[in-house]
C-alpha cells in the first residue's frame, strides 16, 4: 500500500493554464516535500512545508499543506514547458528515509 | 562544491549476473542514502549509510548491499540480478543528522536486466 497517493497520475495541459496536483495520504505527517525529476535527472527539491495550513509561493508554483497534515497541493500558475516533469511529494527529511508518493507526470504543451 | 555523481549512468546486465553501482557524494556530505526508481513509480528507499555504516534498510532483500568508504562515497551491489531489478537508481547525500537536512540526488543509473 502507498503511503502517499497521488493525482492525477498524468497530466497534458496548454501552456498558459492553470494546473492543480494533489498529494494524500490517511496518515498525518511532521513534514512534507515536494521534488520536481526531470528526464535523466534525479528529483530536485522544490518545497518544504511543516505547519498545517501552511502555503508556501515559488515563483509561479504555490504549495499548501493540508490543516491537518495529511495531504497537499501544488498549484501552477501560467504553465510554461518548461515546467514539464515528474512532480513528487515525499515525507521525511535528512537523515530520515524519504518515503514518495506515486508522482504525477506533468506534460506542458507549448 | 561539486555535486552528487553517479557512474555509469547506463548499464545492461544479464539475470543471474552481479552488478556494482558508484556514488560520490557532495563534498563534506557524510550521509548517501539509495533509492530505486521502477518506470512510473516514485523512488523506493533501499538503505542508507551513515560514517560507513548502515543507518536504515527498506524493504528490499539481503542481495542489495552496499558500502561506504573513508571518503564518503557509496557503492551498491546487487547479486543474483533479476528481470524485476531493471530501474533507475538513484543515490542522494546529506550532512551529518538531524531534522531539516537536505537531500542532494545524483543524476541515477540507469539498470537493465535481459
Redesign the interface.
Do not use: I
Given at each position: 500500500t502507498q503511503l502517499?497517493e497521488q493525482s492525477p497520475q498524468f497530466l497534458s495541459i496548454q501552456e498558459g493554464e492553470n494546473l492543480t496536483v494533489y498529494c494524500n495520504s490517511s496518515s498525518v505527517f511532521s513534514s512534507l516535500q515536494w521534488y520536481r525529476q526531470e528526464p535523466?535527472?534525479?528529483?530536485?527539491?522544490l518545497v518544504?512545508v511543516v505547519t498545517g495550513g501552511e502555503v508556501k509561493k515559488l515563483k509561479r508554483l504555490t504549495f499548501q499543506f493540508g490543516d491537518a497534515r495529511k495531504d497537499s497541493s501544488l498549484h501552477i500558475t501560467a504553465a510554461q514547458p518548461g515546467d514539464t516533469g515528474l512532480y513528487?511529494c515525499?515525507t521525511g527529511?535528512?537523515?530520515?528515509?524519504?518515503?514518495?508518493?506515486?508522482?504525477t507526470r506533468l506534460t506542458i504543451i507549448p | 562544491e561539486t555535486g552528487?555523481t553517479q557512474s555509469p549512468t547506463h548499464l545492461i546486465k544479464t539475470r543471474g549476473q552481479q552488478v556494482t553501482l558508484r556514488c560520490s557524494s557532495q563534498s563534506g556530505h557524510n550521509?548517501v542514502?539509495w533509492?530505486q526508481q521502477a518506470l512510473?513509480?516514485?523512488?523506493?528507499?533501499i538503505f542508507?549509510y551513515?560514517r560507513e555504516e548502515e543507518?536504515?534498510r527498506?524493504n528490499f532483500p539481503p542481495r542489495f548491499s552496499g558500502l561506504q568508504f573513508p571518503n564518503y562515497s557509496s557503492e551498491l551491489n546487487v547479486n543474483a540480478l533479476e528481470l524485476d531489478d531493471s530501474a533507475l537508481y538513484?543515490c542522494?547525500s546529506?550532512l551529518?543528522?538531524?531534522?531539516?537536512?537536505?537531500?542532494f540526488?545524483?543524476?541515477?543509473t540507469r539498470l537493465t536486466v535481459v
Open positions: 502517499l535523466g535527472e534525479g528529483p530536485v527539491l518544504t513528487l515525499a527529511w535528512g537523515n530520515e528515509k524519504l518515503t514518495f508518493g506515486t508522482g | 552528487v550521509t542514502s533509492y512510473g513509480q516514485g523512488p523506493q528507499f542508507q551513515y543507518n536504515g527498506g538513484l542522494a546529506s551529518g543528522q538531524g531534522w531539516g537536512t537536505e537531500a540526488f545524483g543524476q541515477g
